[in-house]
């Protein structure tokens, strides 16, 4: 409810995006700078089985939603996180005021899953994924615009100034919330 978002004194942000393109690498930066709490949604679904099994062909978890939310819902509503998925419609709206969608070049992002070891069939899926800006439409559709960001993520710079734009967003939404 609206009741909720006002009471929080910290933020929440959502950094979602297709897999590889640095949210968690992002996510580490920014909880260090801004006292943020990471929460790693895949990470947590592994490790405390907020899953339906392991779909052997996409080699990948078959997320349990509803599992997902009520882990989650507690400290979300608390405020002062910063959540890491590669999804972004299963949230609720009113647990996010920024969502940044990070969006990274093929032919890097295509390196980057390779490296990772990802069979070849999971490399198209995320590859096309990007190329469709399937996550970019998904914040649209789940979020109002005007806090919704998309974010480049191919090299080294584009993260620091990434994470010095969330720093300052974060110091600029705090110093609101005093006044
Ligand atoms: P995700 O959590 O979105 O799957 P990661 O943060 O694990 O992505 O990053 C995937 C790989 O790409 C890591 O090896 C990381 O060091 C590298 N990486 C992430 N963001 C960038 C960037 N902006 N520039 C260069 N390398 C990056
Ligand atoms: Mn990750």
Redesign the pocket.
Known sequence: SEEQFSERINPNILIT??????????CELVAESTGLIHIDVGKLVKEKGLHQGFDQEYQSYITDDDKIIDELEDTLSKGGNIV?F?SCEIFPERWFDLVLV?R?NNT?LYD?LE??GYIQKKITENIECEIFQEILEEAKESYSPEIIIELQ????Q??ES?SMRIEEWVKNWKSKKIQ
Do not use: A, F, Q, V
């Open positions: 995006g297709t897999p590889g393109t640095g949210k968690t690498t992002l890491d590669h990070l990274t890097i980057r490296k990772r993520s191919n090299s080294l584009d993260m990434n």
